[in-house]
Every structure is written in C-alpha cells, then in structure tokens.
C-alpha cells in the first residue's frame, strides 16, 4: 500500500551531522507508524527511532537517545532522521520502514524501502 524511498546518505566525520529523508509513494500515509532502521555488516537490523501517525510521540534506541531526532511531514509524505554527533559506531545501511502496527520492532513493520548507506569516519 506504500513504497518508500530513502536519501541522503554518505559519508561524514565523527561529530558531523546527517539527515536524512523517506518518501512514501501512496495515498494512505498519514495511516502508518514510521521508522528508521538501521544494519551494519554483520550485525542484526536494529530499531534506530519510531514515530506516530500524527507526529506527536516518538520512540527512540538507547544508542541515538540524544543525538538523532525522527519527525515526519504528512502533507509530504515524508519522514525526517536528524543525525547529530555522530560516532563510527553509527556506520550502517539505514532502512525506512511504515507499520499499522503497535510495536516497534523489525518485525511489527510491514513495508520497507532500499536502504541508504551512512558511513561515519573517526
């Protein structure tokens, strides 16, 4: 019901900021939780930051907690990743996803995009 489109990726230096944006394609995007994922070689896709239908509640992985802010602009069909003072550590393939669901896991989402790479130099 939705395809989404993620930008914005690169390269940046630790400390550096980075955003960014997720283009949902469809007329049912006000309806979806989105979220912004994340996996690194190797490693288990992690939640990153969720938020609600309206923009008024999010959720946030203990890693990014202080340093990344989601927000999304319905009338765009569009959500946001403010990255701030970033760390090598945040190096990943960062992945766009929509849910009808509660949760906030990988798995409760249902509709994902092609990823965009971050890499963070020290």
């Known amino acids: 019901q939705v395809q989404l489109v993620e930008s914005g990726g690169g390269l940046v230096q630790a400390g550096g900021s980075l955003k960014l944006s997720c283009v949902a394609s469809g007329r049912t995007f006000r309806r979806y939780r989105m979220g912004w994922f994340r996996q690194a070689p190797g490693k288990e896709r992690d939640i990153v930051a969720s938020i609600n239908q309206s923009g008024g509640s999010m959720y946030y992985g203990n890693s990014v907690k202080g340093r990344f802010t989601i927000s999304r602009d319905n009338a765009m069909n569009t959500v946001y990743l403010q990255m701030n003072n970033l760390r090598p550590e945040d190096t990943a393939d960062y992945y766009c996803?929509?849910?009808?669901?509660?949760?906030?896991?990988?798995?409760?989402?249902?509709?994902w995009g092609q990823g965009t790479q971050v890499t963070v130099s020290s």
């Open positions: 996803a929509a849910s009808l669901r509660l949760g906030v896991l990988a798995g409760d989402f249902d509709y």
